[in-house]
């Protein structure tokens, strides 16, 4: 234990009474006593109190159901390394990659291993990579550290290699602002510890390339550095982001030498791009290297905290939620905290696969946004603060509903760090990175967010100043509308749709209807009629470019878009029947049925039950359908709303057949910070949440018996009776829900949330259940603004 | 045993010495002797003397590693039921099925089984579904006898269900001309088995809809029906084709009725579509039912034989291959008929997925083209007759080059009934069905199969008639250019390319182009110099189409379609950069590239190596890569042509990963008769034939130690040095071939056709092997047409 001393640093609790951590494993205060060894073993990070917690309430490890590396290939771009849930910091390997991107065809395609930083996002490219650790033995080439590995592990909160070409094994794990690295090396005389402070995902020149303005290396001991690193740009095409860093080692390096290009220097401070201009890339490396003679196996550790207020922060955040030397602890501490997510979610005769699917996307789920809670460098706030919404357009559709139903005080206080920074910077984003709002993609939907939120009746959020922020999206056109707001806003207001003036405007138009439907409901909540019939007659303004003479395919009636002047564009001859730009990520067969909030009317729109589940067969069987964009998350469900739930159990039947896998490409599109790994959960437990409605629809479950706890100590349990393991019994012949007849092919938020058991009984044919009384919508017959719209829940006000 | 005796029928043979059949189940003579009770149980069909041999040299039971349901959801469209290898009986379920295909989604997707007919594809659709058995209880209502099922189970040879609504059990297996079901029926006063003759897969009016034009049905005594049922169109558009049945029972029934529209009759003879003229399509049903009183679990059994010659011999297949009546000896000869096929593959260290997915690819390889040896209805002949090649322009491309390894008598045959197809309807098809050639799709890729058994020294074709029907294809333009030859052949031989005064011009041409190279190499080995040079020459007609000014997003070079007068066809704006109908399922990054015969000179007009590499890269960047289509089979292994071997297995490995799983859905598009299926098991494997060439592409390898048997008692074997569970040591480092230093990414047959041991080093990154000499091309240095294009092996002549 004696590592536990090396710096000659006092344990920071005495005994071991759990020291008083806040969720977030921020040591509140100390208790004092005797010291133990079992105590300083436990207590070396500050989530010890939640993984004793943990750990006494599950006796089931979920985590080894979990595999990372499910979603690493083909563009699921799911995270590889170690982190808690919603961890700022996500240590993991950066992988050489032939095109400018983490992973091209996917991580396992390249061969060679770059280091180890400290910042990533999952389900998602165009961000981070910061502050690098890399190993090397031999005569070190800065330009040449990159290695191949073998031996690859990757668990819940824990990463290993073997680096073939320095024979060194890399160990990782994580708190949540450090990144703790344990390398054994062999015997060496030239044994280095190198950190690269420029590097950075995605670095160059292109629109939406990562640029690096500068950084600062200071030497403070033979073990420790700190600095700062700055970089803007990527994805979001963000302002400047400041990456402070300490780094320390459990073993005195013989040298620690800085450098700035390819020169080492015994200089014990090191600054690049100081003198540029702001936002000036340059492209001069910089780092450090601590230098060794090792012995065969000698194991040497970093802790590298990061903070984006400052290097002091970063030491203290070391210091406070790791400060002793213990790997497996951290580890350990690390499971527990998975495991309390996980424990939300159980199974009852699952298969391997989908145990292994479901646990990861739990996971999966649980990496994005970033809990950056004291972290913020651009204003004090006593609020909660997350990053890393990439993007509330992707996440508001299913996972903001799960995360509502399993972890409804996490999901507060993501809401509640949307208005905090819709107070500070005048909007709340629809996508955010690196402490900066953008881009945008299709609309304003963290009013769902708010709406889901308020329909369901989840406490402690501020809804008048979010209704504020709602009326602002809804209201005032945005500067930079690729930042927030909403573009074309000014046409969308004055003549109730976009035109080919501004970009998107197909897909713009359709989400500001819904965006403003749930404005509408919220208004009613909060007991402002006026608004609400203002917002809920902008619900229909996606008619506005429905052309009922468009023909495609022999079906009738298309989204189309208008010109400047009102009049149609001109028909544009194309393989998939859609304008350039005229829709986001999803084609003319996708959004032209995208109308949550008035289902029956769309369908009329489009000729009745009949035709509209001819056009929903159409698109899929013609390939019409995008499994890997989230603006199809609802099509395979919109057949509830024609009476047909048979046929949508057929299609989530084999979407889940066909798109997911347990294999490291296992998911079928860009993993969008966990969007599709909600979709995947609710899909294969059978519901599926309408977003900003308190109304779920039935499909049909593909396990057994499911259950997530709603964290008010009750569960939702959804039992499916007759189920074969051919999955031919997919047919819902009834329902009940706590025991008493459900007829119909959804149901509401406030029948299960105080715990509930849905009971489906299956059967190998369709039946006429669920065909009677389609879920809600605007244009049912009775149906009147604040009296319909207003929730079915008392939310807090 | 009494039920062999039922008919008072003498056992077919004496005594237990193997009856003389040949290996497609006929019997030639019988041997005599005494009659025992093991001889009657085995010798229920004319398999016993193959499956006995099979039996003998198989101890492991393969068929438990085939799983048939997978790919038959989402358009894998494979066959559910019960076949032997090539079997021209595939007897299964057909489904109720909402767009009038079998399968719309997949297989599992409607509830309802409509009956068990006995003729079906895999891999395809458009045509069988002949002679529709269907058990019901109760009051008969010929318009509604479907059913939901539950508890399916598809084994190798084996089938069953449970017929909820009428509570029987089904159960199926067949021999090669023979269906063979069993039911197993509730206490009933009213139970019925039903026979509609009417039935077929696909009936209706639309131009690619099969027609049913008429049928007979003849009650011979109280359990034997026969008759004949005519049909045409489907997917080929093909002729009349008639199907001669004869049904005979176990049980004599109560009664025996026939229909005709939805009237039950005592008359012994129903006959529809006598009257009308040739090729009209009736509607009106027609078949027969036999009625029993059944006890419960009554067992009633039902052989249905098929012929394409007549009744008669439809009643004989019947008695000459399941004389008696023992399902489980029918289903065991099944099954060793399958293990003899399945054992050809063995693998060591591979995963449970993969062990299912490649024997179940090995069963879908095999179950199509069709054997239909003696039952060709348009001539006589005492060569093999195959029918349902269903496409050649699919198969060519790795499923004939799997044969041609593994069961060469077998491609002997397939590509003799090609021959002997031409000599008697003028061309070799490139693709037939039900008796009849169509359609074509792209080329007239027959050539290429006769090519690729001609280099690889397969004996016993005849090359000489082979050649004058490759001529043949090559110079005499078709009537009917969808139904057989080359359409636009005119301009091709005048112009060197297709104008747009044809349909797909760009994919024909391309095509063409590599058909002729393939006729220039058989022609060098016969000893023909002067076509030799000419189709050599022709063999780059796929340039005339080549504009090296076209530029699509970044990458210069493309085909372009020709208008009649040569000028270029106008760009076309459109989302994927191709012209309607200028290539056949695929696109310009496909097409442009498809030049296997040359890929030195096409690198080249693609501006090099490195160039080449990056438009391959941005082709599976960027969705240009479709997986579902079999014009890209060759595009992942491309990357060898320009010294990139590590890309070719980033690729392959990634592809194996994300398209192939063990799941309903797993085969990404369309089995394609198993081509998809093939593609699948090279892939696995690590090489990747370069059909009509004798080379073998090496990719990268999946499982640690795989073999085929090569047909002449020796075998090939792939081992994976140093292969990781996590795939990532995917980059072969060295490579020796029975010993011998392997430098290149590629081998020749005759290094293999002897059996060989192909041994690959892996590594965790990319190395320099296989950079240095890539495949051979028309355009490497001193190359000469006939010197080089002489195949390496000395085919029989």
Not at 528 to 553: C, G, I, Q
Not at 645 to 650: E, H, I, K, L, M
Request: net charge negative; with cysteine.
């Amino acid at each position: 234990m004696t590592d536990n001393f090396i710096f000659g640093r006092r344990p920071v609790c005495d005994h071991c009474q759990p020291p008083f951590v806040d969720r977030r494993g921020v040591l509140i205060r100390y208790a004092s006593g005797l010291v133990t060894l079992a105590c300083i073993t436990l207590v070396t990070m500050g989530q010890f109190a939640w993984a004793q917690k943990a750990s006494a309430k599950t006796v089931r490890d979920y985590t080894s159901n979990v595999d990372p590396f499910i979603g690493v290939d083909w563009g699921g771009n799911t995270f590889v390394g170690a982190a808690i849930p919603y961890g700022l910091v996500k240590v993991g390997p950066d992988m050489e990659s032939f095109d400018g991107r983490r992973s091209g065809f996917g991580y396992s395609s390249s061969g060679v291993i770059l280091g180890f930083s400290q910042l990533h996002l999952s389900g998602a490219q165009g961000k981070y990579g910061n502050i690098l650790v890399a190993p090397a033995t031999g005569p070190l080439n800065l330009d040449d550290i990159k290695t191949p590995r073998i031996n690859e592990v990757n668990q819940v909160g824990y990463y290993a290699a073997d680096l073939t070409r320095y024979h060194v094994k890399v160990e990782l794990t994580s708190s949540r602002r450090v990144g703790f690295h344990r390398y054994t090396f062999p015997a060496s005389q030239q044994s280095h510890l190198t950190i690269n402070v420029a590097h950075a995902l995605g670095l160059g020149t292109t629109w939406q390339a990562q640029k690096f303005l500068g950084a600062e290396v200071h030497v403070i001991s033979d073990h420790e550095i700190q600095g700062v690193a700055r970089f803007s740009g990527g994805w979001n095409r963000g302002g400047e982001y400041r990456v402070y860093y300490y780094v320390v080692l459990d073993t005195p390096a013989r040298a620690v030498r800085t450098w700035t290009g390819t020169i080492l220097s015994d200089a014990g401070d090191a600054v690049v791009g100081d003198k540029t201009p702001a936002d000036t890339p340059i492209t001069t490396p910089i780092g450090a290297t601590f230098n060794f003679s090792t012995k065969a196996n000698q194991v040497i550790q970093a802790k590298v905290g990061i903070s984006f207020i400052s290097a002091e922060q970063a030491k203290q955040n070391v210091e406070h939620e790791i400060p002793a030397w213990n790997f497996a602890a951290v580890h350990a501490a690390s499971k527990a905290l998975w495991n309390t997510e996980l424990a939300k979610l159980n199974l009852s005769g699952e298969t391997d696969s989908q145990r292994r699917q479901l646990y990861t996307a739990m996971y999966h789920i649980m990496l994005m946004p970033t809990d950056r809670t004291g972290e913020n460098p651009d204003w004090k706030s006593s609020e909660p603060y997350y990053d890393d919404y990439y993007c509330i357009w992707d996440t508001f559709r299913t996972s903001s509903p799960l995360l509502t139903l399993i972890s409804p005080d996490r999901q507060r206080d993501i809401i509640r760090s949307l208005i905090d920074i819709y107070r500070h910077t005048g909007y709340m984003p629809d996508a955010r990175s690196g402490n900066d709002n953008g881009r945008t993609q299709g609309g304003s939907n963290a009013n769902v967010v708010i709406a889901d939120a308020y329909v369901k009746g989840l406490k402690g959020i501020d809804y008048p100043t979010a209704f504020d922020a709602m009326i602002h999206d809804a209201e005032v056109p945005p500067a930079n509308p690729q930042k927030e707001g909403r573009g074309g806003l000014r046409d969308y207001n004055e003549k109730g749709y976009i035109t080919l003036a501004d970009e998107r405007s197909g897909s713009r138009t359709a989400e500001y209807s819904y965006d403003d439907f749930a404005i509408s409901e919220v208004a009613c909540g909060l007991g402002k009629p006026k608004e609400a019939a203002l917002y809920a007659s902008r619900a229909h303004n996606f008619e506005h470019l429905w052309d009922k003479n468009m023909t495609v395919e022999g079906f009738n009636g298309f989204m189309r878009p208008r010109n400047p002047d009102g009049s149609w564009a001109a028909p544009y001859l194309v393989v998939r029947g859609t304008w350039p730009d005229f829709f986001y990520e999803g084609d003319i067969w996708t959004y032209s049925i995208y109308a949550p909030q008035d289902m029956r009317r769309l369908i009329a729109m489009t000729g009745g039950n009949e035709a509209f589940v001819r056009r929903l067969d159409w698109t899929f069987l013609h390939d019409h359908f995008d499994v890997t964009n989230e603006p199809g998350f609802l099509l395979p469900v919109l057949y509830n709303y024609a009476g047909r739930p048979d046929r949508t159990a057929d299609i989530v039947h084999m979407i889940l057949e066909k798109d997911f896998t347990d294999s490291r490409g296992g998911i079928p599109g860009n993993d969008d910070s966990g969007a599709m790994s909600s979709w995947l959960i609710f899909s294969t437990l059978g519901i599926s949440p309408v977003a900003g409605q308190d109304v779920y629809l039935i499909s049909t479950p593909s396990i057994p018996e499911a259950s997530l706890s709603l964290g008010n100590g009750k569960k939702l349990r959804i039992v499916a009776k007759n189920l074969d393991p051919n999955g031919l019994n997919r047919y819902v012949q009834s329902a009940t829900i706590n025991g008493v007849d459900l007829p119909y092919a959804w149901f509401r938020h406030s029948q299960i949330k105080d715990g509930a058991t849905l009971v489906l009984t299956m059967g190998p044919a369709p039946s006429n259940w669920g065909k009677a009384t389609p879920p809600p919508s605007m244009s049912d017959a009775g149906f009147s603004t604040c009296a319909d719209l207003q929730p079915h829940n008392d939310a807090t006000k």
